[in-house]
């Protein structure tokens, strides 16, 4: 597609189950970002892909999360014994390198643990 | 730690105004700032970059600033108009190049 692809759009899960969403970049991007936005809340910032580097995972903020992404392209992010405060907006990002390109957002996927 | 901070605080104008919104950030100047726009219930959009060495850059009815000295941007939309309504989010990269850190963005609300 022309633009970053999200899915699912929309994904309520129990407590304790794990989830995994997917986050297709534009093509060619070799640069992808994953970030958390709570309601009312900014941006924050998860894990940087670029190409075949070691992934910046900075922001993952318990070892409950965890991403991949195959083969440089789709990338998919994973949350273990999900609990009701990872209940967010989770947006996937993908750019060309460098600091001086923008960064192409999906729709985000809104996640709801009850 | 390298922050950057925008006016949590609603910003409420009238139709046909300027409006100004302010970023803020510490530790060292970045190279390049970026400006973006964000809607209810959608990731954000790109709108502008301004380079470190660049005073000013335009777009239509959009205006960055940047001064390294005060540390700061300034984003100004001219004639603004109800569409301009939305939230909107300055954004820098970390130091190793890498994160792409934005502030929890200015809300602004353009009334008829």
């Known amino acids: 597609g022309a633009g970053v692809s999200q899915s699912p759009s929309n994904k309520v899960t129990e407590k304790g189950k794990d989830v995994e969403l997917r986050c297709d970049p534009i093509s060619g991007h070799t640069a992808l970002y994953w970030y958390r936005q709570s309601l009312g809340q900014g941006l924050e910032f998860l894990i940087y892909f670029q190409g075949n580097s070691a992934p910046d995972k900075s922001g993952l903020p318990s070892d409950r999360f965890s991403a991949e992404r195959t083969g440089g392209s789709v990338s998919t992010l994973t949350i273990q014994r999900t609990q009701q405060e990872d209940s967010a907006v989770y947006l996937c990002?993908?750019?060309?390198?460098?600091?001086?390109?923008?960064?192409?957002f999906g729709q985000g996927t809104r996640l709801t643990v009850v | 730690s390298q922050k950057i901070e925008q006016n949590s605080e609603a910003l409420n104008i009238q139709e046909g105004k300027t409006a100004t919104l302010t970023c803020n950030y510490t530790?060292?100047?970045?190279?390049?700032l970026q400006w973006y726009r964000q809607d209810p219930g959608r990731g954000p959009v790109f709108l502008l970059l301004i380079r470190e060495n660049e005073k000013e850059k335009r777009k239509e009815r959009l205006k960055v600033t940047f001064d390294t000295t005060l540390k700061q941007s300034l984003f100004h939309i001219t004639a603004s108009q109800p569409a301009d309504s939305a939230t909107y989010l300055c954004a820098r990269h970390s130091n190793s190049g890498y994160a792409l850190n934005f502030g929890k963005g200015t809300s602004l609300l353009v009334t008829p």
């Open positions: 990002a993908s750019s060309n390198p460098g600091q001086n390109t923008e960064a192409f």
């Open positions: 530790n060292y100047s970045p190279a390049y």
